[in-house]
């Protein structure tokens, strides 16, 4: 029980590091102040 917990934790909070650094990229790219840019990374 407690190891399927743990395994689930660990997947958890790497998705979570995972979207915190999604989310600081999306920050950086929009105080770019460039929206096209943004744009076309996301068409890559």
Request: charged content about 30%; overall charge positive.
């Amino acid at each position: 029980m407690t190891g399927a917990n743990n395994g689930d934790t660990k997947s958890f909070v790497e998705k979570i590091h995972e979207n915190q650094a999604k989310a600081e990229k999306n920050q950086r790219s929009s105080g770019d102040n460039h929206p096209e840019k943004q744009l076309s990374n996301k068409q890559h």
